[in-house]
């Protein structure tokens, strides 16, 4: 079991006229090698959710756990925390600063204690993994496309081997081919490392396309907590709180209305697909 919420409250400013209640008593256990998509509407609490996982954030009350260990004792390290549980931030530039890509990728396992050739062996591993091209290595990462910063972002997290990765909107303001890519490398990621990956994201169709468990923030809790097919039947409750289902899901509802025996849990256009050529036949 990889990380554990006990009764987690967040309150921002209190005491004050701008105290606000971010998060109120979470309790959520994330198993090894999930991949789970995080939803919510903005100021819905899952920003600040993600950043108590790696402990940038202490909950005002509450217990975390790590591997069975309070993140909160005295004696815990949250330097070697931040290192097994990796987070990429919404906008790269925020976590890039070095003069070349492959120093900013090795800082991190230098910071981690490793020798500068061990650290520049776990850079070129990385940048490989995301497909930088080595034409660009001793380039400053500022020069780079939105899509390419990301990639370098996701390499300096990957560089320190984390167990578990963090993605806050990883394909934002992106173009549908450069969201695919980034997309279709962390399911790469996934799959071939076993690595626990939280993703949080906007895009519903993104969400039920890749991730397996979907947890629905609202208002500083959790609303729904499950797979993409039943946090998805509840698509009238989600647009209730500003979000929505897939497309696909709208579509089935309709087909089924018009008295076509489609599955109206599918959630993915393969899973309609294949539920409309059945209801055809």
Known sequence: MSIILDKVSYVYSPGTAYEISAL???NLKIEDGQFIGLIGHTGSGKSTLIQHLNGLVKATSGGIYFHGQDIYDSDFDLKELRTRVGLVFQYPEHQLFETTIFDDVCFGPMNQGLK???AGLRAFEALKAV????SLYYQSPFSLSGGQKRR???AGVLAMKPEVLILDEPTAGLDPMGRDEILGLIEKMHREREMT???V???MEDVAKYVGRIIVMNDGEVMYD???REVFSHYKQLEAVGLAAPQVTYLMHELADAGIGVDVAATTIE???ESILKGFR
């Open 116 to 118: 500068k050739n061990e």
């Open 226 to 228: 499950g797979a993409p």
């Open 201 to 203: 994201s906007h895009s």
């Open 131 to 134: 497909g930088v091209p080595e």
């Open 24 to 26: 109120k008593n979470i």
């Open 152 to 154: 370098v972002a996701i």
């Open 271 to 273: 899973e309609a697909k």
């Open 197 to 199: 990956v939280i993703l």
